[in-house]
T-cell receptor, first 115, second 113 residues
Framework: KQEVTQIPAALSVPEGENLVLNCSFT??????LQWFRQDPGKGLTSLLLIQSSQREQTSGRLNASLDKSSGRSTLYIAASQPGDSATYLCAVSLAITGGADGLTFGKGTHLIIQP | NAGVTQTPKFRVLKTGQSMTLLCAQDMNHEYMYWYRQDPGMGLRLIHYSVGEGTTAKGEVPDGYNVSRLKKQNFLLGLESAAPSQTSVYFC????????????FGEGSRLTVL
Protein backbone atom coordinates (compact mmCIF):
# COMPACT_ATOMS: atom_id res chain seq x y z
CA LYS A 1 0.00 0.00 0.00
CA GLN A 2 1.32 3.41 -0.97
CA GLU A 3 2.15 5.67 1.97
CA VAL A 4 2.98 9.35 1.69
CA THR A 5 4.84 11.18 4.43
CA GLN A 6 5.35 14.92 4.71
CA ILE A 7 8.00 16.56 6.84
CA PRO A 8 7.78 18.82 8.73
CA ALA A 9 4.19 18.63 9.96
CA ALA A 10 4.32 22.33 10.81
CA LEU A 11 6.67 25.18 9.98
CA SER A 12 6.78 28.83 11.00
CA VAL A 13 9.24 31.21 9.34
CA PRO A 14 9.68 34.97 8.96
CA GLU A 15 8.52 36.67 5.81
CA GLY A 16 11.06 36.72 3.00
CA GLU A 17 12.73 33.41 3.73
CA ASN A 18 13.13 30.66 1.20
CA LEU A 19 11.82 27.33 2.43
CA VAL A 20 11.57 23.68 1.47
CA LEU A 21 8.76 21.25 2.18
CA ASN A 22 9.46 17.55 1.90
CA CYS A 23 7.37 14.64 0.69
CA SER A 24 8.30 10.97 0.53
CA PHE A 25 6.40 7.97 -0.81
CA THR A 26 6.97 4.26 -0.36
CA UNK A 27 6.09 2.90 -3.82
CA UNK A 28 8.18 4.52 -6.54
CA UNK A 29 5.91 3.23 -9.33
CA UNK A 30 3.89 6.42 -9.50
CA UNK A 31 1.95 7.94 -12.38
CA UNK A 32 2.35 11.51 -11.21
CA LEU A 33 2.76 13.66 -8.13
CA GLN A 34 0.80 16.77 -7.24
CA TRP A 35 1.26 19.50 -4.68
CA PHE A 36 -1.85 21.19 -3.32
CA ARG A 37 -2.58 24.14 -1.10
CA GLN A 38 -5.45 24.16 1.40
CA ASP A 39 -6.61 27.27 3.22
CA PRO A 40 -8.59 26.88 6.47
CA GLY A 41 -12.16 25.76 5.82
CA LYS A 42 -11.58 25.55 2.09
CA GLY A 43 -11.00 22.94 -0.56
CA LEU A 44 -7.69 22.01 -2.13
CA THR A 45 -6.10 23.98 -4.93
CA SER A 46 -3.62 22.30 -7.24
CA LEU A 47 -0.27 24.09 -7.31
CA LEU A 48 2.02 21.89 -9.37
CA LEU A 49 1.70 18.59 -11.20
CA ILE A 50 4.79 16.53 -12.03
CA GLN A 51 4.47 13.58 -14.37
CA SER A 52 6.56 10.53 -13.50
CA SER A 53 8.90 11.21 -16.42
CA GLN A 54 9.62 14.77 -15.29
CA ARG A 55 12.14 16.00 -12.73
CA GLU A 56 10.64 19.37 -11.81
CA GLN A 57 7.94 21.93 -12.41
CA THR A 58 7.92 25.64 -11.71
CA SER A 59 5.15 28.15 -11.20
CA GLY A 60 6.09 31.64 -10.11
CA ARG A 61 7.84 31.42 -6.75
CA LEU A 62 7.14 27.71 -6.45
CA ASN A 63 9.37 24.92 -7.67
CA ALA A 64 8.66 21.24 -7.18
CA SER A 65 11.18 18.50 -7.82
CA LEU A 66 10.69 14.77 -8.14
CA ASP A 67 13.18 11.97 -7.58
CA LYS A 68 11.04 8.95 -8.35
CA SER A 69 13.71 6.34 -7.74
CA SER A 70 14.28 7.52 -4.18
CA GLY A 71 10.61 8.23 -3.55
CA ARG A 72 11.03 11.91 -2.77
CA SER A 73 9.69 15.27 -3.80
CA THR A 74 10.37 18.76 -2.52
CA LEU A 75 8.39 21.96 -2.81
CA TYR A 76 10.57 25.05 -2.76
CA ILE A 77 8.94 28.39 -1.97
CA ALA A 78 11.06 31.44 -2.71
CA ALA A 79 10.76 34.76 -0.91
CA SER A 80 7.88 33.64 1.29
CA GLN A 81 4.96 35.99 1.96
CA PRO A 82 2.24 36.00 4.66
CA GLY A 83 -0.25 35.04 1.95
CA ASP A 84 1.62 31.74 1.55
CA SER A 85 0.36 30.66 4.96
CA ALA A 86 -1.69 27.51 4.41
CA THR A 87 -1.46 23.73 4.59
CA TYR A 88 0.48 22.16 1.73
CA LEU A 89 -0.34 18.61 0.70
CA CYS A 90 1.56 16.19 -1.47
CA ALA A 91 -0.25 13.40 -3.32
CA VAL A 92 0.71 10.60 -5.71
CA SER A 93 -1.14 8.33 -8.11
CA LEU A 94 -0.16 4.79 -8.96
CA ALA A 95 1.24 3.87 -12.36
CA ILE A 96 -0.37 0.45 -12.38
CA THR A 97 -3.86 1.97 -12.50
CA GLY A 98 -2.92 4.86 -14.76
CA GLY A 99 -3.92 7.06 -11.89
CA ALA A 100 -7.60 6.20 -12.31
CA ASP A 101 -8.16 5.22 -8.69
CA GLY A 102 -7.32 8.62 -7.32
CA LEU A 103 -4.49 10.06 -5.31
CA THR A 104 -2.87 9.00 -2.05
CA PHE A 105 -2.29 12.05 0.12
CA GLY A 106 0.20 12.95 2.78
CA LYS A 107 -1.07 14.59 5.95
CA GLY A 108 0.30 17.95 4.96
CA THR A 109 2.66 20.62 6.23
CA HIS A 110 0.99 23.51 8.06
CA LEU A 111 2.96 26.62 7.07
CA ILE A 112 2.85 29.97 8.83
CA ILE A 113 4.73 32.95 7.42
CA GLN A 114 5.24 35.61 10.06
CA PRO A 115 4.92 39.22 8.85
CA ASN B 1 -17.51 28.59 -14.41
CA ALA B 2 -18.63 27.22 -11.07
CA GLY B 3 -16.14 24.32 -11.20
CA VAL B 4 -16.98 21.69 -8.57
CA THR B 5 -19.95 22.47 -6.34
CA GLN B 6 -20.91 20.53 -3.24
CA THR B 7 -24.23 20.68 -1.43
CA PRO B 8 -24.94 20.97 1.39
CA LYS B 9 -21.93 22.73 2.92
CA PHE B 10 -22.91 21.91 6.48
CA ARG B 11 -25.19 19.27 7.97
CA VAL B 12 -25.89 17.84 11.39
CA LEU B 13 -27.41 14.38 11.59
CA LYS B 14 -28.52 12.08 14.36
CA THR B 15 -27.16 8.54 14.49
CA GLY B 16 -29.15 6.32 12.16
CA GLN B 17 -30.41 9.07 9.87
CA SER B 18 -29.70 9.02 6.17
CA MET B 19 -28.57 11.74 3.82
CA THR B 20 -27.08 12.39 0.40
CA LEU B 21 -24.25 14.71 -0.54
CA LEU B 22 -24.35 16.09 -4.06
CA CYS B 23 -21.32 16.93 -6.14
CA ALA B 24 -21.82 18.73 -9.44
CA GLN B 25 -19.13 19.72 -11.94
CA ASP B 26 -19.58 21.82 -15.03
CA MET B 27 -16.23 21.00 -16.68
CA ASN B 28 -17.35 17.84 -18.52
CA HIS B 29 -14.87 15.78 -16.50
CA GLU B 30 -14.93 12.00 -16.79
CA TYR B 31 -13.42 11.11 -13.41
CA MET B 32 -14.96 12.04 -10.08
CA TYR B 33 -13.94 11.23 -6.52
CA TRP B 34 -15.25 11.44 -2.98
CA TYR B 35 -12.70 11.91 -0.17
CA ARG B 36 -13.07 12.41 3.54
CA GLN B 37 -10.65 14.49 5.60
CA ASP B 38 -10.13 13.84 9.27
CA PRO B 39 -7.64 15.39 11.71
CA GLY B 40 -4.47 13.32 11.87
CA MET B 41 -5.67 11.02 9.07
CA GLY B 42 -5.35 13.19 6.02
CA LEU B 43 -7.54 12.71 2.96
CA ARG B 44 -8.82 9.22 2.25
CA LEU B 45 -10.65 8.04 -0.85
CA ILE B 46 -14.18 6.73 -0.27
CA HIS B 47 -15.49 5.97 -3.76
CA TYR B 48 -14.73 7.07 -7.27
CA SER B 49 -16.17 6.98 -10.77
CA VAL B 50 -14.38 6.76 -14.10
CA GLY B 51 -17.42 7.74 -16.14
CA GLU B 52 -21.19 8.01 -16.22
CA GLY B 53 -22.82 4.89 -14.84
CA THR B 54 -19.65 3.55 -13.22
CA THR B 55 -18.53 3.51 -9.59
CA ALA B 56 -15.72 1.83 -7.66
CA LYS B 57 -14.63 1.48 -4.05
CA GLY B 58 -11.75 3.42 -2.61
CA GLU B 59 -9.84 2.99 0.62
CA VAL B 60 -12.70 3.54 3.08
CA PRO B 61 -16.02 2.65 1.35
CA ASP B 62 -17.89 1.01 4.23
CA GLY B 63 -21.09 2.79 5.26
CA TYR B 64 -21.31 4.80 2.03
CA ASN B 65 -22.95 4.33 -1.34
CA VAL B 66 -22.52 6.34 -4.51
CA SER B 67 -24.21 6.86 -7.85
CA ARG B 68 -23.19 8.54 -11.11
CA LEU B 69 -26.38 8.59 -13.17
CA LYS B 70 -25.35 11.77 -14.97
CA LYS B 71 -21.82 12.63 -16.01
CA GLN B 72 -21.86 15.95 -14.19
CA ASN B 73 -23.15 14.62 -10.86
CA PHE B 74 -21.67 12.27 -8.29
CA LEU B 75 -23.80 11.49 -5.24
CA LEU B 76 -22.53 10.18 -1.92
CA GLY B 77 -25.10 8.54 0.35
CA LEU B 78 -25.06 7.61 4.00
CA GLU B 79 -27.82 5.08 4.66
CA SER B 80 -27.49 4.97 8.45
CA ALA B 81 -25.15 7.65 9.75
CA ALA B 82 -22.71 6.86 12.55
CA PRO B 83 -20.62 9.23 14.71
CA SER B 84 -17.50 7.80 12.99
CA GLN B 85 -18.73 9.42 9.80
CA THR B 86 -18.34 12.89 11.27
CA SER B 87 -15.88 14.44 8.85
CA VAL B 88 -15.32 16.94 6.09
CA TYR B 89 -16.17 15.45 2.71
CA PHE B 90 -14.54 16.63 -0.48
CA CYS B 91 -15.53 15.92 -4.04
CA UNK B 92 -12.99 16.20 -6.83
CA UNK B 93 -12.93 15.76 -10.58
CA UNK B 94 -10.41 15.50 -13.39
CA UNK B 95 -10.88 15.30 -17.14
CA UNK B 96 -8.85 12.16 -17.82
CA UNK B 97 -7.61 9.84 -15.11
CA UNK B 98 -5.23 11.73 -12.84
CA UNK B 99 -2.93 12.72 -15.67
CA UNK B 100 -4.29 16.18 -15.21
CA UNK B 101 -5.08 18.44 -12.34
CA UNK B 102 -7.55 17.39 -9.73
CA UNK B 103 -10.20 20.04 -9.05
CA PHE B 104 -11.79 20.07 -5.61
CA GLY B 105 -15.04 21.38 -4.23
CA GLU B 106 -15.14 23.53 -1.11
CA GLY B 107 -16.13 20.64 1.13
CA SER B 108 -19.17 19.50 3.10
CA ARG B 109 -18.85 19.43 6.88
CA LEU B 110 -20.96 16.64 8.37
CA THR B 111 -21.52 16.09 12.08
CA VAL B 112 -23.24 12.95 13.31
CA LEU B 113 -24.50 13.13 16.90
Amino acid sequence: KQEVTQIPAALSVPEGENLVLNCSFTDSAIYNLQWFRQDPGKGLTSLLLIQSSQREQTSGRLNASLDKSSGRSTLYIAASQPGDSATYLCAVSLAITGGADGLTFGKGTHLIIQP
Amino acid sequence: NAGVTQTPKFRVLKTGQSMTLLCAQDMNHEYMYWYRQDPGMGLRLIHYSVGEGTTAKGEVPDGYNVSRLKKQNFLLGLESAAPSQTSVYFCASTPESVSGELFFGEGSRLTVL
